[in-house]
Structure formats: C-alpha cells, structure tokens
C-alpha cells in the first residue's frame, strides 16, 4: 500500500506552510487528540488562506506487549513501531477539511502466524499491534484514517467522510497501536443550554488491527466469531446483509450534579441496542465528592440477525439481552476509588461486534471483555491516583467476572470460564527537554475461577496469563 505515503508527503508539504502547535494528550488514543483546534478561528477568505491557516499535528509510538501462558502453552512478544500526521484547515465559510494517516512497523516479534501446538490456537493479543488479516505483513501496515468535510454552525457541527468516534458502542477501543475508524455521518447539536444531541449514519468502518475500511455487514467477522447457541461454529463472517448503523444520543444536565444520557445504536437488518445511565454527583467535605451512577441496556434481534440462515446469523431471530450496572466513588482532586457491579441476565447474550468497540460496562478491564455472555455478574475495584505536584499518576483494578459454564454455549459464545482479573496502571508525561512524550505500563493478571475441562483451547489468552504492555507515545 502507497496511499499512506502520499499522504505523509501531503501533510509535509502542507508543514511547510502551517503553524506546528503541540497540545498534551492522555497515552491512551482519545478522539480529541486528533481534533485539535485551528490554529486560525477566524473563518478564512480564501481557500489558500483556510490551508495556510490550518493545524498539522504529528504523533510517534512505540508499543513491546508480552503474554505469558500457563505451563508449555505459547508465549508471545512483539515490538511495534510507527507514526502518523494529521492535518486540519482552518474554516472557509465554516467549512474544514481534515486528512490524517498512519504506517506501523514490526521490528522484532514472535512468529504470529503459527497456532499453539497444543491447543491449536492463534495468538490473540499480539497480532493486534499489527494487520490481523495477514500476519506476515511487518513492514507494509499503513492506513488513511481521516478525510472528511466538516461544516460548523454556532456551537455545532457536522462532519462527513472518514473520521475517528467515540460512542459507547463504536469507539476507538484503543490498547493497540491505532484506534478504530468509521466512515459516515456524523453531528453533534450542542444549541440547547445544557442539552448535547448527537447522532448520524455510519456505512463503512475500518477496526482496529486492520489496515482497510469494510462495509458493515463485512466488518462484522472479522475477529474472532465464537459458537452459535447450538454449539456449532458460528459462521457469519462475510455473510450478514446490513447497510449500515444509525445512532442517535440526548445527553443532559437535569441539576448542577445530575446528567443522564441515552443512546440508541439502529445496526439495519441484525439488532437494535439502547443505553440509559445516570450520573450523580454529591458534593462532601474537603472538596470530595460522591458519585453514583447507574446503567441500563437493551438489545433485541432485527429481522432474521443479519442472515435468514440461523448458523449465519449475527443475532439469533427474535433474540433479547439485558444488563445493568452500578458505580459508587468517592472522588477528589489526585484521586478516585470506585466499585463497580455489572449483570447481563439469562435472557440472553449480549452482543455488539467486538470490531466496533469496547464493552461501555462500569466493570470493564482493558484487555478482556464481558461481549458475547449472558447470565453474568461482574465486581470491579478500582483506585486512580495521581501524585501531587508530579507528571506521575497510577491506578490498580481488581475484577471478579462469573460466567456462565464453558458447555452452556447459549449464554457463553466464547468458551470462556469464570475469572479474575487484576490491572495495574502507571502513566508519567515528560516535560521539559521532553515535554511532548508520554510514557505507560500497563500490567495485567487473568486467573481461572471456573472449570475448563482439561481443554486448553479454554485456557490460553484467555485464563492463568499474565501480561505486561510498555508503551511511549510523542505528540508534537
């Protein structure tokens, strides 16, 4: 692929006439790090004046990930390495243009495209800092993320063409080297004092650890695709008929200390999903505050799932999930601590394309997910800390996630047991001399609390593994 260095010569090109602004941003992708305001607010005459008014921004990372399994399963490393710009005008008739891309390098990793002897199986989270669907490929991993219109009108906007969103159910699901992509259209409505509508249509979606943009009934499959209830593999890779996915938000401030919001994700033709949560705010002593929150989601089947062929089919014809969640914390300046409590009841499996995003549960632990379960109950601790008067902040989580047996393929699409797991977070941004880079550890522990049975295929990647993430990333 040549597109990404065609682009890459672009954005120089377009360096040379713009002002480089550096902004500080999180470790983990966040969609306002590529957002960044023009550096020209005044709305251009000219079409050249809106280009040489504009924002480059560049961005360089590093990612070493490494899994280890129980006894003589496989262990994993890789090292991966890349960078990207990204460009923005500045407004002409409050009209902007964006393009932005990226290219990653392997440069020293185990071999991704042998399955564990033992098992059987494939690495799973390794693979994920490269191109999924081909595991040879070390040097030629390149993607147009951003090219989009955006149209601004008072404190709101529209944008159209490729771009990089953060929903509850399509989001960056960041944790690898690049985010998740969406091609659509999307607006954001904030006219109303204390009210925020977004919403649009989006028809194409490039995941994360994929290099090309699929219309959206073939990026559902992509990862892996589990059982069907019956226990058979499920087999709707390439296979659902949908066009695309509507989602509409209202988001409020009923009180100073009390915000709800609700989403409704319309995926035509496979099933429809809708979210309530709540947040609410109590103000304490030594300007602490306590925080309560509550969530609500609802999925039912669209049509026949996506394929009238049952094996085929994404959601089973007629199905439902349910689940809810809390979260008390106690909040302050330098740090929080929560609990945290989810449940999807036996109704059904709750399900939402793990191309399209990560789980929006309160109990939600980078590197797992609770998608594809049902008859789940979830228990997450967790305390962020951030050093005062240092760049250093560290959190540490502890989960407890039950599931549904291995053999109750209904209610457990991924042969997954019960488990535990623990995180430990610490996150340092660097100033001065190297003001601009980020730095971030991440560890993570899964221990088994159910019965697998003596079949590996339910043990590696999956329970008894411990895993370590280093990551830098540099912003100018």
């Known amino acids: 692929m040549k597109s990404f260095f065609y682009l890459a010569l672009l954005c120089l090109l377009f360096s040379t006439i713009s002002e480089v602004k550096a902004q500080h941003q999180d470790v983990n992708e966040r969609p306002e790090m590529y957002k960044g305001k023009s550096t020209n607010s005044v709305d251009s005459s000219s079409i050249l004046g809106a280009f040489k008014g504009g924002n480059v921004q560049g961005h360089f990372r590093y990612f070493f990930m490494n899994t280890i399994n129980e006894g003589n399963l496989t262990d994993y490393y890789a090292n991966a390495a890349g960078g990207g710009l990204r460009f923005e005008t500045a407004k002409f008739h409050n009209f902007q243009f964006a393009i ?222 349910l689940s809810f969640g809390a979260k008390i914390a106690l909040q302050s300046k330098d740090w929080e601590a929560s609990l945290n409590y989810n449940r999807i009841t036996s109704e059904g499996r709750y399900l939402v394309p793990r191309e399209w995003g990560r789980d929006p549960f309160f109990t939600f632990l980078p590197r797992e997910r609770n998608e594809g379960f049902g008859d789940l109950h979830a228990i997450m601790a967790k305390i962020d800390y951030k050093v005062p008067q240092t760049r250093f902040k560290t959190s540490i989580a502890a989960g407890y996630y039950k599931l549904p047996d291995v053999k109750n393929y209904t209610l457990n699409k991924y042969g997954f047991p019960s488990y535990s797991q623990i995180n430990t977070d610490f996150r340092y941004t660097f100033d001065k001399g190297l003001k601009g880079l980020e730095a971030q550890l991440l560890l993570v522990a899964k221990i088994n609390a159910g019965e697998t049975y003596g079949n590996s295929k339910m043990v590696i990647n999956k329970v008894n593994m411990f895993q370590s993430n280093f990551v830098l990333n540099f912003h100018f």
């Open 100 to 321: 932005s891309g990226f290219y990653i390098f392997n440069i020293g990793s185990s071999d991704m495209s042998k399955p564990d002897p033992i098992s059987g199986q494939a690495n799973r989270y390794e693979i994920g800092l490269f191109e999924l669907e081909d595991p040879h490929n070390k040097s030629d991993i390149d993607r147009l993320e951003e090219f989009y219109l955006k149209y601004n009108f008072k404190k709101s906007s529209v944008i159209f063409g490729k771009q990089l969103l953060n929903t509850p159910f399509i989001n960056l699901q960041d944790g690898r080297m690049r985010p998740t992509g969406v091609e659509g259209i999307w607006a954001e409505l904030n006219e109303i004092k204390g009210v925020k509508m977004e919403g649009g249509w989006i028809y194409s979606i490039s995941p994360r650890s994929t290099t090309e943009w699929f219309p959206i009934g073939e990026s559902i499959g992509i990862y892996s695709t589990g059982l069907n209830p019956d226990g058979t593999p499920s087999q709707y890779a390439n296979k659902i008929e949908s066009s695309g996915v509507g989602l509409f938000a209202l988001k409020t401030n009923l009180s100073k200390h009390l915000k709800i919001q609700i989403w409704d994700m319309y995926t035509q033709n496979v099933f429809n999903t809708a979210l309530l949560q709540s947040d609410f705010s109590i103000p304490l002593k030594n300007k602490t505050n306590l925080i309560v929150a509550g969530q609500l989601i609802k999925q039912h089947a669209i049509n026949d799932g996506g394929n009238h062929n049952q094996s085929a089919s994404y959601f089973q014809k007629n199905g439902e999930s």
